[in-house]
Each structure stands twice: as structure tokens, then as C-alpha cells.
């Protein structure tokens, strides 16, 4: 039974950290590499319980994988060279909506029946968005109810598609590459609004022929075996945005964050925050494998939404989805109206977002409108100490710890250890930079 952990009002944060490596580059350097010609060595790599997940699921294909502190090194043997023990192979990618998704690309191509599945939570998110690509290109899917996990993929020879999908959607889109990987010609993958480029950077370093088409637009080559790689992960700027957030918040504060993955696609967070008169500096800026990479320096600010307010909608949201619930703690504090619209995704993540955010702020005092794709509040407002149900949601978790360090009162986070999802080290980190024992349980 996972903790549930109390959390005391800290004064300021301050000094140097890092974060876990990215969890959606390693998901995909991890899945590349095992479909690449030989030894790819893999530093920096995310310990997460998602990503263990997809080496779980890879080392069931029978992929060789040697993994030690200072690095994982990933035996490839080419495409279409999964080897499982058993027909169907049975996989678990536990809570990791990645490892279902993306993975599920390649096993469209394995000549074999293979089963996927995940925890409760997993098995309430959609799952269509994959399964019609994929039949369009050949694979045989069936899924609880034509949407939902356990997918049963039976794989072979795929043909190329020009595939327009109605979601913008990162996984959607790297499901499709990956397949197209293996289809005979070319297969072109469009979307409304461009989501994160993390997949067709790193395609171009395993050597696949992949062209951009436009920011919506992406096109790969099938039948071109990959080169293996070796790959330094960054770290994890969505981790990265709950300390960013702590230390713009809390008085006096001065954090600096190392080597953080600032890939463009990927830092909406951080441009929030700085139209809001947030005090976010990089530094040591550089490029790895077409990644922009760099150490975060955040002091205090106070922060200002002006007379007009913060209204967040349309193509913005794509690229900050995953810190909207740190993004509603944060709104709470900014002097006027924050609305956030156009996020109807978070009501299927690993909880209902939308509405576990309204909960618990609501559970802190926060007077907060609910919509049926967002949430709208206006700050400041005074927050008081109260107890969060997660869902085990990790997001959750982590982004109403941050909000018990700015209220009064000791705040009680249920299931606090569902962190593991992406960030294991994160109430450790915490303490490092608060100077006190301010979360116990």
C-alpha cells in the first residue's frame, strides 16, 4: 500500500539538482535501439517505473539488454528481429500509456501474435487513435471494446500509409513512424498542430531516411535498417517544471536545474511562466543529438497575468499538457485570471486531469471553475492545507506537494509513492533544496 506523506510550509528552495533522464526520449531510444543493427550505449537513461516497463517489454521480445548504474547498453538485431519465447508473447506496460502506444508500432511488423496490456488505470485510456493506422497498414488488432487495452496485435508485412490523424498526438505519431519503419515505401504521418519532434530527431541519428514535410508533416522510408547509437539522455524538463515552480513561488528562492532537455516542443512551461515575469535563466546552452540542452537558474518572482489575464488554448496546449496540474497550482498564486481550454486530453491521462486538479484545489480552499476541457480560476488566493487524492496520478502527486510547500497548514498526499511513474527521486530532491524535513510519512 503506497504512503501517503505530509507536507509542512518551507520558506525557500535553494541550491543545485538534477533531474531523472527525459521519459520520452528514453522510451524511444530504448525502442529504436532494439530494432537497430548491433550496440547502441545509453547514458542517463529515466529509472521511472514507465520506462523500466518498456525494457521489461523488450527483454520479453528477446532483446538483450545489460543495465548498470552508469548506463544501459541495448543488443539490436535489426527490424523485424523480435524473437518471443511463446505465442501470443504476453506484455506489461503497467501505467506507461508510451510503452502501449509506440511500442505497439513495431509489434505490428513481428511475424507473431503478441498481447499487451497495463495496470487499471492504462486500460481506461484510448486506445483507437493506434489500432486505425495500424489496420490501415495491414496489422490485425483486436482491443476491449474496439478501444481499450488488452491489445492483441498479430503482426506481418505492412504497407505504407499517408495517415492524417484527427489527435495531436506524440505517441499517435511515433506509433506510425515506427511501423512505417518496417512498411515497403513510404509512409507520411500528419496531425492538426505539431506535438513534440523527440522521434524524428532521434530516427535521424539511428540513420532512418526521415524528411520533415512541414511542422505537421513528417514522412520516413521504409526497409532502412538502423545504425546503432550511442546516447546521452537530458534530463527531464516536465520533471524539472514542479522545481521550477517551487522556486519562483516561494520567497528568497535560487535553484539551478542541470542539463535539462530544451527542445522547443517542450518548454511551453517555462514560456508561461516567463510572460508572467518569472525569473527562468538558461545556461551552458549546447545541442545533443539535435536536442537543445542546458542548466535552468530560477530566483523568486512575483507573477502577473495583467488586466487581459492568461488564457491558454489551441496549439499552445499540445505543448504543455503535461504540466497543466503544476501550471493550475502555479495560477493560483498570479495576480489575475488564468483559463486554460482546449485540454480535453487530461481527462485521459493516467486520471481524470481536469477534474482531480479542480478537486484538489477545491480541497486547498481555491475557488475554481471546472469546464468540460479546462479550468479557469483567478489569484492570488490563499491556500490551506488539505488532504489530495492522487488517483496515483504522478503529475498529481507532485504538483500539490509543491502546492502544501506555499500553504498553510501541513497538506496530506495520498498515494504519494505513484512519483515512480516518472520522478523516484522526487521527494528526496525536495529535501535537498528546502533545507528542512518539511515532507514526512
Known amino acids: 500500500m503506497s504512503r501517503t506523506l505530509s507536507v509542512s510550509p518551507q520558506h525557500r528552495v535553494s541550491g543545485t539538482l538534477s533531474v531523472p533522464g527525459d521519459k520520452s526520449i528514453s522510451h524511444r531510444v530504448a525502442m529504436l535501439a532494439s530494432v537497430a543493427n548491433g550496440s547502441s550505449r545509453i ?16 527483454r520479453s521480445l528477446g532483446v538483450a539488454i545489460e543495465h548498470s548504474a552508469a548506463e544501459i547498453v541495448i543488443h539490436g538485431k535489426g527490424l523485424r528481429s523480435y524473437k518471443p519465447p511463446a505465442s501470443p508473447v504476453l506484455l506489461n506496460a503497467d501505467n506507461s500509456g508510451s510503452t502501449i502506444r509506440m511500442l505497439s508500432g513495431i509489434l505490428a511488423a513481428q511475424p507473431f501474435v503478441s498481447v499487451i496490456d497495463g495496470d487499471a488505470s492504462l486500460r481506461r485510456r484510448p486506445m483507437a ?11 490485425s488488432i483486436e482491443a476491449r471494446e474496439g478501444n ?7 503482426g506481418g508485412d505492412l504497407k505504407p500509409v499517408q495517415y492524417a490523424s484527427p489527435t495531436a498526438s506524440a505517441q499517435v505519431k511515433t506509433c506510425v513512424l515506427f511501423a512505417g519503419l518496417h512498411a515497403g515505401g513510404t509512409t507520411v504521418f500528419s496531425e492538426p498542430t505539431p506535438s513534440r519532434n523527440h522521434t524524428e530527431l532521434m530516427l535521424g541519428e539511428f540513420g532512418a531516411r526521415i524528411e520533415t514535410e ?4 513528417v514522412r520516413v522510408e521504409g526497409g532502412v535498417e538502423l545504425r546503432p547509437v550511442d546516447y546521452t539522455v537530458p534530463g527531464d524538463v516536465s520533471s524539472a517544471a514542479f522545481l521550477v515552480a517551487a522556486a519562483t513561488l516561494l520567497p528568497d528562492s535560487e535553484l539551478v536545474v542541470t542539463a535539462v532537455n530544451l527542445n522547443p516542443k517542450r518548454t511551453g512551461f517555462l514560456d508561461v511562466l516567463r510572460t508572467l515575469g518569472a525569473r527562468i535563466e538558461i545556461q551552458n546552452a ?4 539535435g536536442e537543445r540542452v542546458g542548466n535552468l537558474r530560477v530566483t523568486a518572482a512575483s507573477l502577473s497575468a495583467g488586466a487581459r489575464g492568461l488564457q491558454l488554448s489551441g496549439r499552445v496546449i499540445a505543448n504543455l499538457i503535461d504540466e497543466i496540474p503544476i501550471l493550475a497550482v502555479v495560477g493560483t498564486q498570479i495576480d489575475g485570471r488564468v483559463e486554460v481550454r482546449d485540454a480535453r486530453e487530461l481527462r485521459v491521462k493516467e486520471s481524470d486531469r481536469i477534474r482531480t486538479v479542480v478537486d484538489g484545489l477545491r480541497s486547498m480552499g481555491v475557488i475554481v471553475e471546472e469546464f468540460e476541457d479546462g479550468f479557469a480560476l483567478s489569484g ?5 492545507g488539505g488532504r489530495i487524492e492522487t488517483a496515483g496520478d504522478h503529475r498529481i502527486a507532485m504538483a500539490f506537494t509543491i502546492a502544501g510547500l506555499i500553504a498553510e497548514g501541513p497538506t496530506e498526499i495520498a ?9 523516484p527521486g522526487f521527494y528526496d530532491a525536495l529535501r535537498s533544496v528546502t533545507g528542512d524535513i518539511g515532507i514526512t510519512g
Open 43 to 58: 547514458t542517463g537513461f529515466a529509472e521511472s517505473a514507465d520506462c523500466r516497463a518498456t525494457l521489461e517489454c523488450l
Open 129 to 139: 487513435r493506434i489500432i486505425d493506422p495500424l489496420m490501415r497498414m495491414g496489422a
Open 148 to 154: 481499450f487495452a488488452p491489445l492483441r496485435i498479430t
Open 214 to 217: 512541414s511542422k505537421t508533416s
Open 286 to 289: 549546447s545541442e545533443q543529438h
Open 380 to 384: 492570488p488566493q490563499r491556500l490551506t
Open 415 to 423: 498515494d504519494a509513492d505513484c512519483v515512480g511513474v516518472s520522478f
